[in-house]
């Protein structure tokens, strides 16, 4: 579904990518580990078309993506939950989630939505910033699916939730996957990463230094957490 072939990035004349290679298949839950600073957030953003500064190849469907600007990135179902969410001060939580235009016909209906995220329904007249840090996540990651994004590209959903909230965006990682979505995520959190995602990927540098399927990567926490540092 995602093919990245030698992908350099740089910011200027620092280089923040190093002949990344990479792939997720339709239906496949993938993580990104790394310390700070290894790329991660500069290789979704790649993806999306939101960093230009890029050499290599991106192919997403069979379609190369060296000439597709970011706006038809997301109407191709490349769906980008940003780290800080994105969602709009002056809207409310119903205005947010149906602001980005329906993509696919794999779209969540509102209802599936409210069904899943019953804490937006509650909340849906209530203007976006006056919820939680937890809620304001799970309503970026609804948008997307409201949007019919087919592979989601989450940054760091988890980072700084109460433990009750990241169990919740477990079990919405869960749901995505066996309705034949795809996510593509970035996860500081090791033992988390190892409860949603069938392949992990390891980056230092910018560069991809391991690849590990799930039972590597839990037989190899201990030690990843060390070398790592995170
Ligand atoms: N706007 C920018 N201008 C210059 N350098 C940048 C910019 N954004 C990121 N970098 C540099 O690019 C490299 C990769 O950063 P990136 O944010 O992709 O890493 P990351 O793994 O996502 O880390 P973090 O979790 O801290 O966001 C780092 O060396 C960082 O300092």
């Known amino acids: 579904m995602l093919e990245i072939r030698g992908l350099d990035a740089w910011y200027g004349e620092a280089q923040a990518l190093r002949g990344v290679d990479l792939e997720v298949h339709a239906g496949e839950v993938v993580t990104l580990v790394g310390r700070n600073g290894a790329g991660k957030t500069t290789l979704l953003r790649s993806v999306m078309g939101l960093h230009r500064q890029v050499s290599g190849s991106i192919v997403f469907d069979g379609t190369d993506l060296a000439k597709v600007p970011a706006h038809r990135r997301a109407r191709m179902g490349l769906g980008w939950v940003q780290d800080d969410r994105g969602i709009y001060a002056s809207l409310t939580v119903e205005e947010n989630l149906l602001l980005p235009p329906v993509v696919s016909d794999s779209a969540w209906s509102t209802e599936k939505v409210y069904d ?115």
Do not use: C, W
């Not at 910033?129 to 970026?140: D, R, V």
């Not at 919740?168 to 190892?194: C, M, P, W």
């Not at 540098?205 to 070398?227: I, Y």
């Open 116 to 230: 899943a995220f019953p804490v937006l329904a509650d909340r849906r007249r209530a203007p976006g910033t006056t919820l939680s840090g937890g809620e304001q996540q799970m309503l970026a990651i609804a948008r997307v699916l409201r949007s019919g994004a087919r592979m989601l590209l989450l940054d760091e959903p988890t980072e700084g939730l109460a433990p009750v909230i990241v169990s919740r965006i477990r079990d919405i990682i869960h749901e995505v996957r066996s309705t034949g979505g795809t996510v593509l995520l970035i996860e500081q959190n090791v033992k988390f990463a190892a409860t949603v995602a069938d392949r992990h990927y390891l980056l230092a540098q910018g560069a991809v230094v391991e690849s590990l399927d799930n039972a590597d990567f839990q037989a190899r926490q201990g030690e990843l957490l060390e070398h790592l540092g995170i």
